[in-house]
């Protein structure tokens, strides 16, 4: 039988509220130490540089594999990722996805994921920040958790937020508001999503109201970051989904050589704690989305199991 | 377009001669500058542990890639190892071949490569230690570079030697002598070729005749060799695939700690000066095979290009 090999075709036909819970599954399995999810390795080459990160699901169905992507082609549009998926029963092979979609279904779930555990059930405006494929995922993640009324999309590019406005309309339940400045989506806004690449902040900590939820999708460095440093320092919960791909950036996190670098927890902790307590309504939180390594996998061995269904 | 997927079915069609010649060009560009080829990374988890050798053609058609496999799983029927190829000129997916068979003629053709340079070009006895996968491919890819009259085959066990008789007939031009004792096989070899699993010796260094050529596929660590240690020491010249895959097993190299170490060449160096010097007849030689990260990328890449044609 020849080996399954899907394409951005059979990722952009996933149904997010599958992704959502395939990833939230995938969380409970790290909270329980059943997924394997070591920081990423790279390798340097002359003309490129591969970052491979690798994880292994230990139940329900054992599997282990990696995502592969080059660094110094992201943004070429005929570039190609690699996620392959083995049973770690026997060393076979389950299958193989190519394409550039996977990574970023996968990170917009994770954040779909966040946002259900972390803000408030009636959250009612979400604003957004970036129109990319980080921004496309996200959205669609952020609207299979939650009921937004009132949907905000800033970029700098007002050609970008009218395409953007274009594409996402039959994916979202309400028009997209278009804006002109990121105060105008941030003020009063439930829910903020910053998935840009902007090197330099993009929002103000003043705008954001209190018990907001921001994800932190984009630039999350000292030498750049797309949320101001008082941001980090300010709200109360700081959550990552994976320390260990954190503590691997080393010196160069913004929160680095902070005493607010201690405080940050694990989304799959959270997860556990969400179901006994709740949180105070007033307190603020943030989501540093780092990507879990191993939830390619899942995600990825999910999609086989579905096509042998 | 679809993504070509090559399987064993694919590479057990390659012939030997055109392998061999590929694997010759990979050494050149190494000697010349132009393959990338560090040493390999491992990932461990629970249930495995993933070996990645990555590599990089500059020229002349750009490529970069991977082979990975999975350590648990090497004695499995059913594992597959995965080898991808990208266009370095833009990140596209060039193909990926599937199946255990690439390795393995891979590394058969660097010692067919090494055969060509250092042993005779007269030779005309080979001896052949082991009769698993790697000795398949170094048998046949002797048999491309020399014209053996006489090929001796030692196994510990008379069934898989006559398994290994009946299934090699057609890929070699003399009639397998298959022996009881190491000793009946390499007594006269003019090339001895070890490619066992052993972790004690299966040859003594006395039986070897003045101005042999060994390759050492099988074990060559401290903990476990497949020739004494001796015989490192006592052969004139000793050359590997690669010194930063040697180096990368540190201690644990039979040679480490010793002045033998440091006397070790290259096989692309060697192919170089082979034009212009011709070697002293007495002289012995061993070529101690580590695998040229990048070799699996250059034949993988040269398959895509066949099946283009």
């Avoid at 282990?64 to 026997?90: C, I, K, N, Q």
């Avoid at 958790?145 to 999309?153: L, S």
């Avoid at 002109?180 to 690449?197: G, H, K, L, S």
């Avoid at 921001?214 to 460095?221: C, T, Y």
Wanted: aromatic share 6%; with cysteine.
């Amino acid at each position: 039988m020849p080996i399954p090999v899907l394409t951005d075709e059979h990722v952009s036909q996933l149904d997010y509220q599958d992704v959502v819970g395939w990833m939230q599954g995938a969380f409970q399995s790290h909270a329980e130490g059943t997924l394997d999810a070591p920081a990423r390795v790279n390798s340097k080459l002359t003309q490129g540089e591969f970052s491979f990160t690798i994880g292994a699901q230990i139940s329900p169905n054992p599997c282990m594999g990696f995502r592969v992507y080059d660094l110094a082609h992201l943004s070429s549009p005929t570039r190609s990722e690699v996620t392959a998926v083995f049973d770690s029963r026997d060393g076979s092979l389950t299958g193989i996805v190519t394409g550039k979609l996977l990574g970023a279904v996968r990170t917009g779930a994770i954040g779909g994921v966040a946002i259900s555990c972390l803000s408030k059930s009636n959250a009612n405006i979400l604003a957004l920040l970036g129109t990319g494929l980080q921004a496309r995922t996200q959205l669609r993640a952020a609207c299979a958790v939650r009921h937004f009324h009132e949907i905000r999309v800033y970029s700098r590019n007002a050609a970008n937020r009218n395409a953007f406005r274009e594409e996402m309309s039959e994916h979202v339940p309400v028009d997209l508001t278009l804006v002109n400045e990121p105060e105008q989506a941030v003020r009063d806004a439930d829910v903020v999503i910053c998935a840009t690449t902007s090197t330099q902040p993009v929002i103000k900590t003043s705008w954001l109201k209190k018990g907001v939820h921001l994800n932190n999708i984009g630039p999350k460095f000292k030498a750049a970051h797309e949320l101001p440093k008082d941001t980090y320092e300010q709200i109360p919960l700081l959550v990552t989904d994976s320390l260990k791909q954190l503590n691997a950036f080393g010196d160069t996190f913004v929160l680095s050589d902070t005493p607010h670098h201690d405080r940050i927890g694990t989304l799959a902790t959270m997860l556990g704690e969400s179901a006994t307590q709740s949180q105070n309504d007033q307190d603020s939180s943030l989501f540093i989305s780092v990507g879990l390594a191993g939830t390619e996998v899942v995600l990825a061995q999910r999609m086989f199991e579905s096509q042998l269904r």
